[in-house]
Nanobody, 122 residues
Framework: QVQLIESGGGLVQAGGSVRLSCAAS????????MGWFRQAPGKEREFVAA???????VYADSVKGRFTISRDNVKSTVYLQMNSLKPEDTAVYYC????????????????WGQGTQVTVSS
């Protein structure tokens, strides 16, 4: 069993930056694809970014060039650096983990965190 704990959310002004962290328990972190998703009020959960155990990365078009995903396998932590934030980035951000790249990027990860709120004011 893997537990994912997100942190780093909060209130930020448009144009500002926030870094989210997702700490994972368990000894298999290095083998997992890690992903970030978000869900805004009244909307479906959407993919944000993912990083493969081998380092491959993919971003949603809406965040490309503004967000950066990274991982620290020693600390079993994945990060999401969010720059040039916009009000439309306001959402609960969730961390996901899984053995399958396809499943994680498709929103079918094996494990999910509880989410952290990011609010961007205009």
């Amino acid at each position: 069993q893997v537990q994912l704990i997100e942190s780093g959310g909060g209130l930020v002004q448009a144009g500002g930056s926030v870094r989210l962290s997702c700490a994972a328990s368990g000894r298999s972190f290095i083998t997992y694809t890690m992903g970030w998703f978000r869900q805004a009020p009244g909307k479906e959960r959407e993919f944000v970014a993912a990083i493969h155990s081998g380092g491959g990365i993919v971003y949603a078009d809406s965040v490309k060039g503004r967000f950066t995903i990274s991982r620290d396998n020693v600390k079993s932590t994945v990060y999401l650096q969010m720059n040039s934030l916009k009000p439309e980035d306001t959402a609960v951000y969730y961390c996901s983990a899984g053995a399958s790249w396809t499943n994680v990027t498709g929103g079918r990860g094996d494990y999910w965190g509880q989410g952290t709120q990011v609010t961007v004011s205009s």
